[in-house]
């Protein structure tokens, strides 16, 4: 019977955590989807960015901002991990990508900075040093939070000067059964020349081109900032996507671990309650008898 109830308690322990994995699936299920939607909906807020530095730079009136990037200077970058755990290999991934991507760079110096506490170990046992980490509350006003954090951070760099590239490395979503995300690198500043010239050559949707009244220097300072924190939005939202696509992964095998396991167990029980069974009608039997051989006698 002992035996028996030790099984019980597994069977039960098991079906306890079966029960939390189903939560945090649903969970992970309903912020993929959030953070997808929020993707989808900066696209439209990326092509008016797009468009009003389209406009500056046919209007030939501004000089761009930032100059091209110098090789061998202070190279600044922006790391996305996870706050929490349960997501796979979603922090090693990601930490191993930027290593070697940034062993092949030629620069002096790199200075870098975290969003996600998990990432940092990963990355300071493959030699780099991180000298601030910013944290997520959990909701989109958490996000902004953060990015105007991170932003912050980043004029510091520009202020101390030096600073030649600053590049980011996230992790994002993919499709097919064999991976949940994949690890990506984007240049954040300087701004790609190359693609402003395209922006400058691009065909205007309409016939006429959009005026404006304001300082064309800062008008386009203000684009490029807001092209900076779209683009430092949209690697975090799909970062985030990533990591619960890949808890939700998690999740799921281990779902059928512990489905394999209760059945296990079940089984276990089935034997050792038929056992126990078989114990108590073997006793009686042999009572019985023993009862019935005193009333011969």
Avoid at 179 to 190: E, V
């Amino acid at each position: 019977m002992e035996e028996l109830e030790r099984v019980k308690r597994k069977i039960k322990n098991a079906g306890e955590l079966q029960s939390v994995v189903k939560i945090m699936k649903a969970i992970s299920s309903t912020n993929i989807r959030e953070y997808e939607r929020a993707v989808e909906s900066l696209a439209e807020y990326s092509r008016s960015i797009e468009m009003g530095l389209a406009v500056m730079m046919k209007s030939g009136k501004i000089v761009p901002a930032f100059s091209p990037a110098r090789e061998g200077g202070l190279l600044g970058t922006v790391i996305f991990g996870s706050e929490q755990g349960l997501c796979g290999k979603f922090n090693e991934q990601i930490a191993s990508f930027a290593l070697a991507e940034l062993a092949e760079m030629d620069h002096q110096e790199t200075r870098a900075v975290a969003v996600g506490e998990r990432v940092i170990g990963h990355l300071e046992d493959g030699g780099l040093s991180i000298e601030a980490q910013f944290s997520f509350s959990g909701d989109f006003i958490g996000i902004t939070e953060v990015m105007a954090e991170v932003l912050v951070k980043i004029e510091e760099w520009r202020i101390e000067g030096g600073l030649d590239r600053i590049v980011l490395f996230y992790n994002r979503p993919a499709s097919g059964p064999l991976a949940a995300f994949r690890p990506s690198m984007a240049r954040l500043l300087p701004l790609d020349a190359g693609w402003l010239n395209e922006l400058a050559e691009r065909r205007w949707p309409s016939r006429s081109l959009p005026t404006f009244s304001m300082d064309p220097d800062r008008l386009f300072s203000s684009l490029v900032r807001e092209q900076i924190f779209s683009s430092l939005y949209r690697a975090f939202v799909e970062s985030l996507a990533s990591e619960n696509a890949s808890r939700l992964s998690s999740m799921q095998a281990a779902e059928r671990n512990i489905e394999e396991h209760l059945n296990e167990l079940s089984s276990q029980y089935r034997k050792r309650r038929q056992e126990a069974i078989s114990s108590e009608m073997q006793d009686v039997l042999v009572g019985f008898e023993a009862l019935m051989g005193e009333r011969r006698g």
